[in-house]
């Protein structure tokens, strides 16, 4: 199974997965990350009894309909047209592959969702965006909704939509370990305005990295 190691307890999620149900935020009409991110944690908890050390997240498609989620075994799976997200968990020497397929069925909740409100007491500097992280939203929709204003303010000669794509988290996996901290999201580099790196901070250690993509079609991150 190449680095990717599973128990006996796995099989049966490798093989049927754990269905999703997810709801749309807002005005959009695909599934958003922050809403994917936490149930790949949630899964993860439920495997192995704790949050893993790290987490690597990328997301390949926008989900327009219901998902299901799968341990990634040796076997041949999904082709990667059909993985809309894929999460790796590090847990000490181990590594296990998570990944988001689609389903046919519809998702029918819209859940309001105001992100100026997320935003609500964040502070600007010229390359970084920072705010005690609150308790009535996740640590990762704070991350994702900061990330976009800070790209919004610092990338001005970038006029297509920036799409939330890559997370990497490293120690900082519990929501705990957010709770009225110091978030701190600092711009690093842009790559031929479609791809941009931003380092993740708490308490201005620093514990990740998020990736944004630009995209010409009009969708929103």
């Given at each position: 199974?190449s680095?990717?190691?599973y128990?006996?307890?796995?099989?049966?999620?490798?093989?049927?997965?754990?269905?999703?149900?997810?709801?749309?935020?807002?005005?959009?009409?695909?599934?958003?990350?922050?809403?994917i991110?936490p149930?790949?944690?949630?899964?993860?908890?439920?495997?192995?009894?704790?949050?893993?050390?790290?987490v690597?997240?990328?997301?390949?498609?926008?989900?327009?309909?219901?998902?299901?989620?799968?341990?990634?075994?040796?076997?041949?799976?999904?082709?990667?047209e059909d993985v809309y997200?894929?999460f790796?968990?590090?847990?000490?020497?181990?590594?296990?592959?998570?990944v988001?397929?689609?389903?046919?069925?519809?998702?029918?909740?819209?859940?309001p969702?105001?992100?100026e409100?997320?935003l609500?007491?964040?502070?600007?500097?010229?390359k970084?965006i920072?705010?005690?992280?609150?308790s009535?939203?996740?640590?990762?929709?704070?991350?994702?909704?900061?990330?976009?204003?800070?790209?919004?303010?610092?990338?001005t000669?970038?006029?297509?939509?920036?799409?939330?794509?890559?997370?990497?988290v490293?120690?900082?996996?519990?929501?705990?370990?957010?709770?009225?901290?110091?978030?701190?999201?600092r711009?690093?580099?842009?790559?031929?305005?479609?791809l941009?790196?931003?380092s993740?901070?708490?308490?201005?250690?620093?514990?990740?990295?998020i990736f944004?993509s630009?995209?010409?079609?009009?969708?929103?991150s």
């Amino acid at each position: 199974m190449s680095l990717y190691t599973y128990s006996n307890e796995d099989t049966n999620m490798v093989k049927y997965g754990v269905p999703a149900n997810f709801g749309f935020k807002g005005n959009r009409n695909y599934v958003h990350g922050s809403d994917i991110y936490p149930d790949a944690l949630r899964i993860a908890c439920e495997l192995w009894g704790r949050y893993p050390d790290e987490v690597t997240g990328t997301f390949h498609n926008l989900l327009k309909s219901q998902g299901i989620f799968r341990l990634r075994s040796g076997e041949k799976g999904a082709s990667p047209e059909d993985v809309y997200a894929r999460f790796v968990f590090r847990l000490g020497e181990s590594k296990h592959e998570l990944v988001l397929n689609a389903t046919n069925q519809p998702i029918s909740v819209t859940r309001p969702y105001d992100e100026e409100d997320v935003l609500r007491f964040s502070e600007m500097s010229a390359k970084s965006i920072r705010m005690i992280v609150r308790s009535d939203y996740s640590y990762i929709e704070q991350i994702i909704a900061m990330t976009k204003k800070l790209h919004h303010v610092v990338y001005t000669d970038v006029h297509d939509k920036w799409l939330f794509t890559k997370l990497q988290v490293k120690d900082r996996i519990d929501p705990k370990d957010y709770r009225e901290s110091a978030l701190k999201i600092r711009a690093e580099r842009k790559v031929q305005n479609i791809l941009s790196q931003c380092s993740i901070f708490v308490n201005d250690l620093p514990v990740g990295h998020i990736f944004y993509s630009a995209v010409r079609d009009g969708r929103q991150s």
